[in-house]
């Protein structure tokens, strides 16, 4: 499986734009890169996801390196609700597993 | 829609009891996934399904059975509850194609003494 790397935890201030990087090095040309984020006891929710070209939705953007070697989910105005652990996924081409990462846990300062 | 439904919430199981923790989605996904997460920590696969009547294991599947008889359900099986088993469980469900995204439930917190 391509493996992601995240560093363990970042801090950010209330509404201000936070960049959350993503390696994944051994990615292959069919790979999608996913993102979820998981809030304080619930479950892992989907945040964004692409394959080649920067994404945007409601939520946040994707921006992906050239080479798709490494990944940046940007939050552009973090909120204190923003505070969790956010995961970056390489969907494989078979489309079977989906594993997780240790992610990053995101702390927002008031 | 109630999309990805976990029961029970939380259980309480003595060692070597059994229990099934069930899991059911009404999106008509093919895919179905299960998860442990312990304490601090990451979500590691168990067990996962492309669809009714095939499994396969993920990264931890010891002490763990699963089967799929119907596209909306995926039940986990504990045979014989371990003190390492207390974790919170997680179910997710998605579409065949990678581009898609999945669905989690809420969780089943599963504390064994």
């Known amino acids: 499986d391509a493996k992601t790397t995240q560093p363990n935890s970042m801090e950010s201030n209330e509404e201000e734009p936070v960049h959350l990087p993503c390696n994944h090095s051994?990615?292959?040309?069919?790979?999608?890169i996913h993102w979820y984020r998981q809030l304080p006891s619930q479950g892992p929710e989907y945040v964004i996801h692409?394959?080649?070209s920067n994404v945007n939705n409601r939520m946040a953007s994707l921006a992906i390196a050239e080479d798709r070697k490494s990944s940046t989910l940007i939050l552009h105005r973090a909120t204190l609700r923003d505070a969790a652990v956010y995961y970056c996924?390489?969907?494989?081409?078979?489309?079977?597993?989906?594993?997780f990462g240790t992610g990053t846990r995101l702390a927002v300062r008031p | 829609n109630a999309g990805v439904t976990q029961t029970p919430k939380f259980r309480i199981l003595k060692i070597g009891q059994s229990m099934t923790l069930q899991c059911a989605q009404d999106?008509?996904?093919?895919?179905m996934y299960w998860y442990r997460q312990d304490p601090g920590m990451g979500l590691k696969l168990i067990y996962y399904?492309?669809?009714?009547?095939?499994?396969d294991k993920g990264e931890v599947p010891n002490g763990y059975n699963v089967s799929r008889s119907t596209t909306e359900d995926f039940p986990l099986r504990l045979e014989l509850a371990a003190p390492s088993q207390t974790s919170v469980y997680f179910c997710?469900?998605?579409?065949?194609?990678?581009?898609?995204?999945?669905?989690f439930g809420q969780g089943t917190r599963l504390t064994v003494v």
């Open positions: 997710a469900s998605s579409y065949l194609e990678q581009g898609q995204m999945a669905f």
């Open positions: 692409g394959l080649t």
């Open positions: 999106m008509n996904h093919n895919y």
């Open positions: 051994t990615i292959s040309g069919t790979d999608y």
């Open positions: 399904s492309v669809g009714a009547g095939i499994t």
């Open positions: 996924i390489l969907r494989e081409s078979s489309g079977d597993k989906l594993t």
